[in-house]
Every structure is written in structure tokens, then in C-alpha cells.
């Protein structure tokens, strides 16, 4: 598969579909990065490991649907098949959907419909429950609302502080993310069961 990631921050999910690449273990080909935040350090990570960047941003265009045509150029241009949210901090719109319909998926930091939005870790640990996780699901026009591939669970210890909680997470994350999506584009699957 013909694949764009989509970040805006960190990007250590970026960093590890690209290590699965390189190993073989995903599938897969990283036509391109779009990141929506010029300071996004993911960026330096796309440019050390030669992946087109697309650094674009949606207050130099009119309103969402031009930002995401503009998108939706670049990966045509590139022959994109299906896109990859890793951290992305900002709702697909209907271009992009209409686009890539069932092509587009996310990885959220909570068993989801618990704790969609920001700073789901935090939010997990302010609500003290026991259990969190992460789950990758469908994207659709909600926030975190689509259909579910994916999830695990991951303890919470009553000790924990947020970034704790954060680093065993995402460790799993990155795990994990590379599996499914390999499940989904070899199998032609709509679920994964971990
Ligand atoms: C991940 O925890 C992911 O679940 C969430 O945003 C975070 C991105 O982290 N959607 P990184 O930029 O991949 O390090």
C-alpha cells in the first residue's frame, strides 16, 4: 500500500511505521508526511529518514476545504491509497473523507468511546479509573467516533503520573499500530483482534 502519515507533533508513531517499513514487517510504502505544525519535530524525523514532507498550514487558506484540497493534490500526485493519523491534532473534513472513504484511520491513547479528544491520558487518570489502553479505529467526521479495528488495554497503577501512563502507552503503540495496519492491508480486514 501507497501510504501518507499525518502528524503534528513528536511523531515516535511516525517513527515506528517507518522502522517497520525498513524492517519489512509493514507493507507498506510512506509516500509522504503531512504535518500541520511548521515547529513539529516529526518533521526533522521524515527529512533524516527522506520522506517527502508536506508542511501545510490551514491559516494560509480560506477555509477547511481548500486546505484539505490541497491535501488531497499532494496525494493524488503521489498515488496515495490510505492515510494514517498519528497524532494528528485536527478533524478530518469532508474532502479528505469523501476522497478516501474507509481509508483512513487513527490511533488514540484510550479505550475509546472513553476519553475521546485531548489529553485523553490525563483524563483517564483524573477519572481514576483502573484500566486504559489505546485504540485504532475508522476515521469519520466525529472526534475519535469511528468505526473500532483495534483496542488494547493497558493498567493503570494507582501511583501513576501522567507521563508514566504516556511512555507505557505509547510503547504499546508503537507495537502495535504497525500489526494492525499490516493485518488491514494483507488481510483485508475491518477488525484485528491483538
Ligand atoms: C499518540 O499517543 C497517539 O495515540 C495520539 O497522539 C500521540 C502522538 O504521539 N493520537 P507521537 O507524535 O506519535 O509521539
Redesign the pocket.
Given at each position: 500500500k501507497k501510504i501518507a502519515v499525518f502528524?503534528s507533533?513528536?511523531?515516535?508513531?511516525?517513527q515506528a511505521l517507518v522502522d517497520a517499513v525498513k524492517a519489512g514487517t509493514l507493507e507498506a510504502e510512506i509516500r509522504l508526511l503531512v504535518c500541520d505544525q511548521p515547529s513539529a519535530s516529526?518533521l526533522q524525523r521524515a527529512r533524516k529518514e527522506e520522506i517527502d514532507r508536506l508542511s501545510i498550514s490551514p491559516k494560509d487558506f480560506p477555509d477547511k476545504g481548500a486546505f484539505e484540497t490541497e491535501i488531497v493534490q499532494q496525494l493524488k500526485l503521489r498515488e496515495v491509497e490510505f492515510i494514517v493519523?498519528?497524532?494528528y491534532m485536527r478533524l478530518i473534513g469532508p474532502t479528505l473523507l469523501q476522497e478516501y472513504p474507509g481509508a483512513i484511520v487513527?490511533?488514540?491513547?484510550s479505550l475509546l468511546p472513553a476519553f475521546p479528544g485531548k489529553d485523553a491520558i490525563g483524563q483517564a487518570i483524573d477519572a481514576g479509573v483502573r484500566v486504559s489502553g489505546?485504540t485504532i479505529h475508522y476515521v469519520d467526521a466525529g472526534m475519535d467516533t469511528g468505526p473500532i479495528i483495534a483496542q488494547k488495554e493497558i493498567r493503570i497503577h494507582s501511583d501513576d503520573t501522567k507521563d508514566e501512563l504516556?511512555k507505557r502507552?505509547?510503547q504499546q503503540?508503537h507495537v502495535i499500530y504497525p500489526e494492525v495496519l499490516q493485518e488491514l492491508f494483507t488481510k483485508g480486514k475491518k477488525s484485528v483482534s491483538l
Open positions: 502528524a507533533g513528536t511523531g515516535s508513531n511516525f516529526v493519523l498519528a497524532g487513527n490511533i488514540h491513547p489505546l504516556q502507552i505509547q503503540e
